[in-house]
């Protein structure tokens, strides 16, 4: 059976989410702690809605709890054949691959988290039941030049990225267009646009004093929905990766293709767990 592990990004993370692996392991939670301005169990409950949406503090929490997630998975004794993250997820699928140690990796990720912060003023509007080109087109006939394609997620979910006034003024244009729903993400960002060339150039630069090892287990990457399986170039893909449209349809036709049929999802939710289904669906019909 070929296996695939998978990590949710941010607009993944619920109120108490990880509750139950927090006591489960404790030595992960402190050494996240020790790093952290916020403890983990204050991340995770979900009782202040700043740390619910500000990139800041989500971005840290979500690393720790698909930590947590992938301690568990590995306890199955089970080996994944395939890695991949979605967005912030990709960091944690690196981390799962060996490409850097626990510590490592939550640094990165809250440095990822405060220079995405600040670029406020932005948000991200998911689009379901609406292919591509249609959305492109609503785009194209509402002027809505300033707006960026940010999450390629299947074929009926597309997620859009750029200044929230802009975001929502079209929602009706794209609902009369045959969208199903368009729903503001609980994000504070315009993440994976051009808004993000600023953080992703600064990120970059403070990759490049990373010494990331090869992976382990090849993980197919968020920009170009191909396997890697060498630390070369790693700090620039991750720092372009900021301002690149995520290709998650892409990367579940790639897992498809090479033999995946059973998915495991690290982390809070059952997003991804949704877009597999769709993608399996998708690939039985035009079998």
Known sequence: MTVAWVFPGQGAQRQDMGRQLLDRYPDLVARADAILDVPVRDLCRGDDEALQSDTR???????????????????????????????????????AAGCFDFETGLRMVVRRGELMAQARGGGMLAVVGLPLERITAVLAAEGATDVDVANLNSRAQVVLSGPRDSLRALRDPLRAGGAHKCVLLNVSIAAHSRYMAHAAALFTDHLRTVDFRPPRVPVVTNADARPRTTAEGLAEHLGAQLRSPVRWADTMRFLIGHGVRTLRQAGPSSTLDKLWEAALADSNAHC
């Open 57 to 95: 503090y989500v971005q840290p929490g979500m690393f720790v709890i698909n930590a947590l997630h992938l301690a568990a998975l590995r306890e199955s004794g089970e080996e994944p054949r395939w890695l991949a993250g979605h967005s912030l997820g990709e960091l944690s699928a690196l981390y």
